[in-house]
């Protein structure tokens, strides 16, 4: 049964690893639904948060290919029950349809919504939460006319405690002491 994943990807900043791992989607025919890279808390450390609607097992073989990418620290999949998420959404609407009524600003306000921009010719709006609520505040300023409109990826951060990869880097590079104490 297919359910959504968040997958995190963990790599030091290389050119070409965001098409290599693109590519492992492709060959499996996975759409990707949403995909974010940027830094992460470790310093030189890039994170990918990659969000696909699939099943659990196929999710697994996934993150087991990017993990066989050579610049990728390490690879995890999660629910949303075990991440926090938002995304962030763009508006723009017509500066006259909020001069002429108030439902724009209700609507905003409502919505937990801000503006960010006001011209003679348009307004911009930022509204940030999961897609589904993006999407209902997209549903009614569009009775207005949405002149353009945009939604980031998601952005997500586990519940536990830890970064998953601090704990992953500790183990590894204990390893790694043992072996170069047992060769000296």
């Given at each position: 049964?297919?359910?959504?994943?968040?997958?995190s990807?963990?790599?030091?900043?290389?050119?070409?690893?965001?098409?290599r791992?693109?590519?492992?989607?492709?060959r499996?025919k996975?759409?990707i639904?949403?995909?974010?890279?940027?830094?992460?808390?470790?310093?030189?450390?890039?994170?990918?948060t990659?969000?696909?609607?699939?099943?659990?097992?196929?999710v697994?073989?996934?993150?087991?290919?990017?993990?066989?990418?050579v610049?990728?620290?390490?690879?995890?999949?999660?629910?949303?029950?075990?991440?926090?998420?938002?995304?962030?959404?763009?508006y723009?609407?017509?500066?006259?349809?909020?001069?002429?009524?108030?439902?724009i600003?209700?609507m905003?306000?409502?919505?937990?919504?801000r503006?960010?921009e006001?011209?003679?010719?348009?307004?911009v709006?930022?509204?940030?939460?999961?897609?589904?609520?993006t999407?209902?505040?997209?549903?009614?300023?569009?009775?207005?006319?949405?002149?353009?409109?945009i939604?980031?990826?998601?952005?997500?951060?586990?519940?536990?405690?830890?970064?998953r990869?601090?704990e992953?880097?500790?183990?590894?590079?204990?390893?790694?002491?043992?072996?170069?104490?047992?060769?000296?």
């Amino acid at each position: 049964m297919k359910e959504e994943f968040i997958i995190s990807a963990y790599s030091e900043n290389h050119i070409g690893l965001l098409n290599r791992i693109t590519i492992i989607f492709t060959r499996r025919k996975v759409n990707i639904e949403s995909l974010t890279v940027s830094e992460s808390a470790l310093s030189g450390i890039s994170k990918f948060t990659i969000v696909v609607r699939e099943e659990r097992s196929r999710v697994e073989n996934i993150v087991k290919q990017i993990e066989k990418q050579v610049d990728v620290l390490k690879a995890y999949f999660h629910t949303n029950e075990e991440m926090i998420f938002q995304e962030i959404a763009l508006y723009k609407v017509p500066t006259q349809a909020l001069m002429e009524s108030d439902q724009i600003e209700r609507m905003v306000r409502k919505h937990n919504a801000r503006i960010l921009e006001i011209t003679k010719d348009y307004t911009v709006i930022e509204k940030t939460g999961h897609k589904e609520e993006t999407q209902e505040l997209f549903n009614g300023l569009n009775k207005f006319g949405v002149l353009q409109f945009i939604r980031s990826g998601r952005v997500a951060i586990t519940r536990s405690a830890n970064e998953r990869l601090s704990e992953f880097l500790a183990e590894r590079d204990a390893l790694l002491a043992s072996i170069e104490m047992k060769s000296n």
